[in-house]
């Protein structure tokens, strides 16, 4: 008797295959579902702070056309209408990241705050303005005058290198504490001459008495990359979810690729978004650079110019150390974490 004929007899093999099938195609199957659940894995939420600016229109065309979920990411972005209580909702957990300017990271950092950036979004180039009635020719003008601007923000920081550039200071001024989107109101009233916004408020305030009533003294664009537009986390959650975070970063270069592919599209989106009409939208973009990817290494590297954290964080530093809002100006390489877009430029 050959064994080989045994096992390969019909009369033998039936019950053994269907004995087999039975144990291993439910088996098969539960394998197949898992892969299958593993596949179709839900998407990892994530809260994103942000404030109503132009140069986050990359973001807002995201979340518009739900880029982010191509990474397995599902993505809220949280509005704000300060940018100061952003800083205390990272630090609490309430929201995983956000949309900082630098200074802000800076003066966190100076704080004992573990808060870093892993991306550079844009640099303000006009879009941040401090603004004024007829009377007022030049920012020395401004000495003994009501300023209306928001403490502890980018308003704040611009006007006060504004003022040390032209030999003033606080002190030579009269402080209104007010939101940006307050500043229109108020200088419409008449009763504030000097005011510190940024778009859309801006545009706001210029639109007021046929364009006429009001103008621009000093904004970002005297002092490119010194309102730098960042992606901010706090260093636990970097180390956490850089899976996430890269994907959150690739969706956002989506919306840059998406504005420059379908600029009408895009325009209709981020004008929903802000409140303002496209056209409107369009205008305020020549406002901000938003920086592409290639260029994003050289912020982190450094150099003279302002578009550099090393410079313009000097220059801030020393401003916030001066009016007693940081005790000690922080080591500029624990402001920011660069693996990520080094990563993604490679």
């Keep these: 008797m050959k064994l080989a004929g045994l096992f390969s007899s019909p009369a033998a093999s039936t019950p053994s295959s269907s004995l087999f099938g039975r144990l291993f195609k439910p088996a098969l199957g539960v394998a197949l579902s898992l892969a299958t659940a593993a596949a179709m894995a839900a998407p990892t939420n994530m809260k994103i702070a942000t404030v109503v600016w132009i140069g986050y229109g990359p973001f807002y065309v995201a979340e518009s056309l739900d880029l982010f979920k191509k990474y397995n990411l599902k993505v809220s972005l949280q509005v704000f209408t300060d940018p ?44 941040d303005a401090i603004v004024a009635d007829a009377s007022i020719q030049s920012v020395k003008d401004f000495k003994g005058k009501k300023v209306g601007y928001n403490p502890l ?103 840059m690729a998406y504005m420059k592919a379908k600029p009408d599209e895009a325009a209709k989106i981020i004008g929903k978004f802000m409140g303002v009409s496209a056209k409107e939208a369009k205008e305020q973009m020549s406002g901000v650079y938003n920086i592409p990817l290639a260029e994003m290494p050289k912020a982190f590297l450094p150099a003279k110019e302002t578009t550099s954290y090393y410079a313009s964080g000097e220059v801030i530093g020393q401003l916030l150390k001066a009016k007693g809002q940081i005790s000690a100006i922080p080591a500029t390489e624990a402001t920011f974490d660069a693996s990520l877009v080094k990563a993604l430029v490679k």
């Design 84 to 127: 100061a209580l952003i800083p205390p909702a990272i630090a609490s957990g309430a929201v995983d990241g956000g949309m900082l300017t630098y200074d802000q990271v800076v003066g966190q950092v100076a704080a004992g705050k573990a808060m870093k950036v892993v991306m550079p979004i844009d640099y303000s180039n006009g879009g």
């Design 153 to 255: 923000s980018p308003s704040d920081f611009l006007l006060s290198y504004a003022l040390k550039i032209n030999g003033l200071g606080e002190k030579d001024i009269s402080p209104v504490s007010m939101t940006p989107e307050a500043v229109p109101a108020a200088m419409a009233s008449g009763q504030l001459p000097i005011g510190v916004t940024y778009e859309p408020s801006l545009s706001q305030v210029l639109g007021q008495g046929g364009g006429k009533k009001f103008k621009v003294v000093f904004s970002s664009k005297d002092a490119p990359g010194l309102i730098a537009d960042v992606l901010v986390f706090d260093d636990k959650v970097i180390k956490a979810k850089p899976t996430e975070i890269t994907g959150l970063i690739k969706a956002y270069l989506d919306g």
